[in-house]
């Protein structure tokens, strides 16, 4: 009695079609239902985590940078004519000008303390030159 080689007929799936479409099924030994499964479901391409629209929502405003933001700035250096309530100053400019100044939150991080007569350096809006943020204390 001669023995009967299996060509791979047992692995046959829908009609047939699993292993004439998938060769390699019938190599690895899979089993019906795996191969069924591959020969419906394809596998999921893969995007490496990132979302398509760069990581941010699709909804709401778009993101804006922040180096725009720091070129507009205007870069003066003042002296502390005087300390007001709530970490507000009053900066008397190089050129006789006072204006309104706040600490930048770094400064506040870093408890950096200024007082009266302290060299600061500051970012003015082009829009209000009467305000200013405190980024720097020079002495």
């Known amino acids: 009695m001669a023995k009967k080689q299996s060509t791979g007929s047992a692995f046959f799936g829908i009609d047939g079609l699993v292993a004439m479409r998938y060769p390699h099924a019938a190599d690895a030994a899979l089993s019906a239902a795996q191969v069924s499964f591959q020969s419906i479901m394809p596998p999921r391409p893969r995007n490496q985590g990132r979302r398509p629209s760069g990581g941010r929502h699709r909804y709401g405003p778009p993101?804006?940078?922040?180096?725009d933001d720091e070129e507009k700035a205007v870069e003066v250096e003042g002296e502390i004519s005087s300390v007001l309530a709530g970490t507000m100053f009053r900066v008397r400019l190089e050129s006789g000008h006072e204006v309104l100044a706040h600490i930048s939150g770094k400064m506040r991080k870093r408890f950096?303390?200024?007082?009266?007569?302290?060299?600061?350096?500051?970012?003015?809006?082009?829009?209000?030159?009467?305000k200013a943020r405190i980024v720097f204390r020079m002495s």
């Open 63 to 67: 993101k804006r940078s922040t180096k």
């Open 112 to 130: 950096i303390r200024l007082v009266v007569g302290d060299k600061v350096k500051m970012e003015m809006s082009p829009y209000d030159l009467t």
